[in-house]
């Protein structure tokens, strides 16, 4: 005879026994133990004793500051010192922004922009990328500015008026640099900030901050472990600007806030937004948890959709202009002005499998060149195929089709 005896205890018992009770075999069977399930809260609200520990005040800033570059760059009276002063070179005293809080801040764009840990940590290209940008400023005052009357021709910078619509200002390829500077910052700044250093594991992981998550030990003077923080500042380089960044509703700025909203109201793309807020939550939630395998997953999700946010305007703005070329040549450049920005950001994008941007960063390179080689813009009025093959080279790379973008 066979007896089983389970014990609801820590381990499970189970006893064989025969016929005799000399003959007695007992197996002990450690229980697994069970791991409770990370739920995400159903708004990024994450307090410790009462208060919260989610901070992400340095990319408000940056993103504010952001927005008042932008805005100077259409200012025609802006000298380029004050551009480059605003932009971070600070060539002269940090005060033209108008704002006592901004002025005041010892925190500047041109630090962060091209600036992460896994992608350009001690790199030259580090170095080249600012400079570029520098460029846009510099050619922004000494090409647009003095021809800011003058009507922009093919070989001539200046302004040029949209069928019922802006007057857009470009340089004597079409480009308008302004464009190129605010689209290419999203990729530089927010996106690069964003995927490739505060949800990179290196930068989660980064000195003690797995020990101290795990023994809940804080950063100095402050509610919030270190790793807890920098998830946050990610999520702050996407919703800092928003007035209540707990439960956004974007459009909340002229970065990737705006164009996340603009994918999302997008048929093809709807529930992009939740996805990546939702993996924002429960990333989070997993860092309080210890989870660090879920917690790299969410951040995951967040690179790959936040990469395809980039791809698809990209698209958008290429086959956007290539549609006006024939009827509206200022709207057309100014759609190609913003899709050369969009280019341009693609090289901040992530791949989570190859560990770098979808497009081989020479390609992006070619692409960006080929949209200002020659006579630029104006090129494309005689032969648009540059920039139908430019789509669906993006457009299959980051999984969609050109007509889901248009």
């Known amino acids: 005879m066979k007896r089983v ?6 381990v499970v018992t189970v006893v064989f026994a025969s016929c005799s009770d000399d003959d007695v075999q007992e197996v002990i069977i450690p229980e697994t133990p069970v791991t409770p399930e990370v739920t995400a809260p159903p708004t990024y609200k994450f307090e410790r004793s009462g208060e919260s520990t989610v901070s992400f005040g340095g990319q408000t800033t940056r993103i504010k500051m952001a927005e008042k570059i932008i805005s100077a760059l259409k200012d025609k009276t802006k000298t380029k010192i004050e551009l480059d002063s605003m932009f971070g070179r600070k060539l002269t005293t940090h005060n033209y922004f108008s704002d006592n809080d901004l002025d005041s801040s010892p925190k500047n764009v041109r630090s962060k922009t091209a600036a992460s840990d896994d992608y350009f940590d001690g790199e030259q290209e580090a170095v080249d990328r600012k400079l570029e940008f520098d460029s846009f400023i510099s050619k922004q005052v000494t090409e647009v500015f003095p021809n800011w009357e003058v009507d922009a021709a093919e070989g001539t910078p200046g302004k040029i008026q949209e069928l019922g619509g802006s007057t857009r200002y470009v340089n004597a390829k079409g480009l308008e640099y302004n464009q190129a500077f605010a689209k290419g910052l999203i990729g530089a700044l927010m996106v690069d900030q964003m995927l490739n250093h505060y949800l990179s594991p290196a930068v989660l992981d980064g000195g003690t901050n797995k020990e101290d998550n795990d023994a809940g030990t804080l950063a100095q003077d402050k509610n919030y472990t270190t790793m807890e923080h920098k998830w946050d500042e990610a999520y702050g380089y996407l919703y800092g600007n928003e007035v209540n960044p707990e439960v956004p509703v974007l459009g ?44 790299d997953k969410q951040a995951n999700i967040i690179k790959e959709a936040i990469s395809k946010v980039i791809a698809i305007r990209a698209v958008y703005y290429l086959q956007t202009g290539k549609n006006n070329l024939a009827t509206d040549l200022a709207s057309a450049f100014h759609h190609l002005s913003e899709g050369y920005g969009f280019v341009y950001a693609l090289r901040f994008t992530r791949n989570t499998t190859t560990q770098q941007p979808h497009l081989p960063v020479a390609e992006i390179t070619k692409f960006v060149n080929v949209l200002q080689a020659g006579t630029g813009f104006y090129s494309f009025k005689y032969d648009a195929n540059p920039l139908v093959e430019m789509s669906t080279r993006i457009a299959s790379v980051y999984g969609f089709t050109v007509d889901q973008a248009k």
């Open 5 to 10: 005896i389970l014990s609801m205890i820590a």
């Open 252 to 295: 909340a700025d002229s970065f990737l806030n705006k164009y996340l909203k603009r994918v999302n109201d997008d048929t093809d793309f709807s529930g992009i937004k939740e996805e990546i807020y939702d993996a924002f939550k429960l990333g989070r939630a997993a860092i309080v948890a210890k989870d660090y395998e879920l917690r």
